[in-house]
């Protein structure tokens, strides 16, 4: 196995394949299926003939949450909170920005009538987020105010500002558990008739959650990738979802993750053995893959970490051979893009 480094995940995308919307249609997005020796450019849609019968179809069941918040200070200067998890007694962590970080103790004016008081950074003194308690007239939890008086925290490379399309459209259909600031992206393209014809031709499906923090757009930094430091995410993986793993297995089925945060969620759970809890995993070419055998997911940046993922299951060379002909064939690109189909590598 070579030594990677960041720059052999770099490659050039034309900005305009950058996809600043969604396509008309979820399931009518283009689906790159790279499963054979040759690509094999689709319409998503097909998925169902491309998937087997007894094979088990994972979703991460996240619901992003309209997590982007504006406020003043007592000063009068302008910030933004970009809410990444909610902890108890109407208290969250956030990112904040803001061109003089205020002091601990200082009560924030929030859009929608809602103050927002400082108490410290996260998860300790020296971390890079903060921690702050709402409280609303009404007494409204975060989540009742981030609904009222939030923005989807659509990601920084959309460069409109989020409407009511958005509200719907960066949202999977079947999302559940309240707490993302970023989609499973590539769980957008199901909708229902998709699911219905999955479960027509016998193909099963099963959740899990992994809250997709803000972390999910951090770039790496270190040319030596082993130096960069992953973020922590939310996880669990339901009993319901582990049997349905296991009676795949036992029938000869394969586990189709749909979306990267699916295969953290299964891979984390097969690496510690704990079925919950925070997961900072880093998949980079070499790793041992324990659950995953096929990937569902959208194109992604370059020198990113979900390269280095896709790499690791799919083969450097193929992943790189796929995004070339991906942009030849003007595929649109990150979160409102299309998609593509991985098999595990086995050799």
């Known amino acids: 196995m070579r030594d990677f480094t960041l720059s052999d995940f770099d490659f050039h995308l034309p900005p305009e394949l950058v996809a600043q919307h969604p396509a008309a249609e979820r399931s009518a997005s283009r689906l790159l299926d790279g499963t054979g020796s040759t690509p094999v450019d689709r319409i998503f849609r097909d998925l169902p003939s491309l998937l087997r019968p007894g094979d088990l179809l994972v979703f991460n069941d996240t619901r992003v949450v309209k997590a982007r918040l504006f406020g003043e200070k007592p000063t009068g200067g302008k910030l933004e909170l970009l809410v990444e998890r909610v902890l108890q007694d109407h208290e969250v962590v956030a990112h904040m920005k803001v061109s003089k970080k205020p002091q601990v103790g200082t009560t924030l004016t929030m859009t929608g009538g809602f103050s927002a008081t400082l108490l410290g950074r996260w998860p300790d003194e020296h971390g890079a987020l903060f921690r702050f308690r709402f409280e609303s007239p009404a007494g409204e939890d975060p989540y009742a105010l981030m609904a009222r008086c939030g923005h989807v925290p659509l990601p920084p490379y959309i460069t409109h500002t989020d409407s009511a399309d958005d509200e719907s459209r960066y949202q999977t259909v079947f999302a559940r558990v309240p707490g993302a600031v970023a989609a ?32 999910t757009f951090q770039p790496v930094k270190t040319e030596n990738i082993a130096e960069h430091t992953m973020h922590a995410e939310r996880y669990e993986v339901p009993a319901a979802t582990q049997r349905a793993i296991a009676e795949t297995r036992a029938r000869g089925g394969r586990i189709v993750a749909v979306g990267t945060t699916t295969v953290r969620t299964l891979e984390s759970w097969a690496k510690s053995g704990e079925s919950s809890g925070d997961t900072s995993i880093f998949i980079t070419p070499g790793f041992i893959f324990e659950h995953v055998d096929v990937l569902i997911t959208n194109f992604h940046l370059p020198k990113s970490t979900l390269m280095m993922l896709v790499s690791a299951l799919a083969g450097y060379e193929d992943v790189m051979a796929l995004y070339a002909h991906a942009i030849r064939e003007h595929y649109r690109f990150f979160s409102y893009g299309d998609a593509m189909l991985l098999e595990r590598k086995t050799c």
């Open 184 to 215: 499973p992206t590539a769980a957008l393209h199901f909708d229902d008739a998709l699911l219905a014809e999955l479960e027509a031709r016998g193909i099963r499906r099963a959740n899990v959650t992994l809250h997709v923090g803000a972390g």
